[in-house]
């Protein structure tokens, strides 16, 4: 079976640092010459461009009903094999949803780091980490690592606070030459953080000379197998909106494309450009419409050239942001409307509110397809919906899914690799 020495990154909450220790231990392995891969656990397209950015190499989703636990266990094994160091960050606190972190690290018997923000903080550092440590006896407490510290007194304060059997793994001070902004998805994209090279440098610096820093012990990963898949999308030209406006793509997602056949190729609407040639079917991801209306709105050239693929009837596969480009008027948070796309009947407005977090499913007669939803606007439309996702904690219907035509829209964003004969019927533009 592969081993590769790994570490589990996880936290007693959100905004504890866990990205950015993470993305600076990364960029730190790098530096000694070692081959890093980085995974991150649940649904998150945010945090991995930026680890992506730290490692050198894509990031792909860890989460055992999403992608299931055999699917993880392949991911992890191959990475294994080629790897020197995995590094796995969390989602939330260690023992938040369901499944959590912790039932990730506990399934793969990860060594876990916990990132603990001490701000404001004092012994009670220590009862956190004991916490963490006792709550549950099959996840694997590596130690606990300390953000936010003021002070090298501070940091004192800390470790002598920790039981004799928890192990300090260091400190960080804080500081805005590390620190990533965020908005109401979460972090700001990769490509918009300015200096995250030198972000990533810093954070990496910061680390030399702590525990954290010390290669963790091997861990096995597998037996894995993978069942091959058929190319049903063999010849097919799959064009893809790729830009700060439409960014939230699984990479898993891509590679499943090429593994069935699909030639992928990416265009810009923010940059006003036409879909590719001979293009057979559109993929609109989710992202950040909200904050590009204006230049999507004059994008005339973009425009016509996804009008003239819907009117030909070719298919549209549009999930969350890249649905609200195809209606007719999206509303942003200062209230400024501007008109969008017009081929699915509907208007779209940003609310300040949260309108929809979590895993969902979508079920159809090719099987079910996993995925989750996160958005902050509400569709007003006409369109009756062909069915609504489910969700896996509750009895209440998911996002609904609407067909018009060639298109095929929802909030929910599908992972594919959870049905590759779904994935195939969407953009073969079949019934399912």
């Known amino acids: 079976m592969p081993a590769c020495s790994a570490l589990f990154i996880s936290a007693p909450a ?6 950015t220790i993470t993305a600076g231990l990364a960029r730190l392995h790098r530096r000694h010459g070692r081959r890093v891969r980085v995974f991150k656990a649940g649904p998150d397209f945010l945090d991995p461009m930026i680890l992506s950015r730290a490692s050198a190499a894509p990031v792909l989703s860890l989460d055992l009903w999403m992608v299931g636990e055999p699917a993880c266990r392949q991911l992890l094994a191959d990475a294994a094999a080629d790897a020197d160091l995995i590094l796995v960050e969390g989602v939330m606190g260690l023992f938040d949803g369901t499944p959590c972190s912790a039932d990730l690290a506990a399934t793969f018997n990860l060594p876990v780091a916990a990132v603990i923000s001490a701000k404001a903080m004092a012994q009670t550092f220590g009862a956190v980490a004991l916490g963490l440590a006792r709550y549950r006896q099959d996840v694997r407490l590596h130690g606990v690592f300390a953000n936010h510290v003021a002070s090298p007194g501070h940091a004192q304060m800390l470790e002598r606070a920790l039981p004799g059997d928890i192990r300090w793994l260091g400190h960080v001070a804080p500081s805005e030459e590390i620190g990533l902004p965020s908005r109401h998805l979460g972090l700001h994209q990769a490509d918009e953080i300015a200096g995250l090279e030198a972000r990533i440098d810093k954070a990496a610096d910061a680390l030399i000379g702590t525990a954290l820093a010390e290669l963790p012990p091997a861990v096995e990963f597998g037996p894995a197998s993978q069942a091959a898949v058929p190319r049903l999308l063999a010849d097919r030209h799959i064009a893809i909106a790729c830009d700060a406006a439409f960014s939230f793509i699984y990479p898993a997602n891509t590679r499943l494309l090429e593994a069935l056949g699909a030639r992928v190729s990416y265009f810009s609407p923010l940059a006003d450009e036409p879909l590719p040639d001979l293009a057979d079917a559109l993929y609109l991801p989710g992202g950040y419409p909200e904050l590009h209306v204006d230049a999507l709105a004059m994008g005339l050239r973009t425009a016509t050239s996804i009008r003239d693929h819907v009117a030909a009837g070719k298919p549209v596969v549009a999930e969350c942001g890249g649905m609200l480009y195809l209606v007719e008027t999206l509303t942003d948070r200062a209230g400024t409307v501007a008109p969008m796309l017009g081929v699915l009947p509907g208007r779209a407005v940003m609310q300040a ?29 006409p369109l009756k919906p062909i069915g609504h996702a489910t969700r896996p904690s509750s009895d209440q219907p998911g996002e609904p899914i609407f067909r018009h035509g060639s298109i095929v829209a929802s909030y929910m964003h599908g992972y594919w690799p959870s049905n590759p004969g779904l994935t195939a019927a969407l953009f073969c533009g079949e019934a399912f």
């Open 14 to 19: 959100s905004g504890q640092g866990k990205t």
């Open 353 to 381: 509110r949260l309108a929809a977090l979590g895993m969902q499913q979508m079920m159809t007669a090719h099987g079910a397809m996993t995925g989750h939803t996160f958005h902050y606007s509400h569709l007003t439309t």
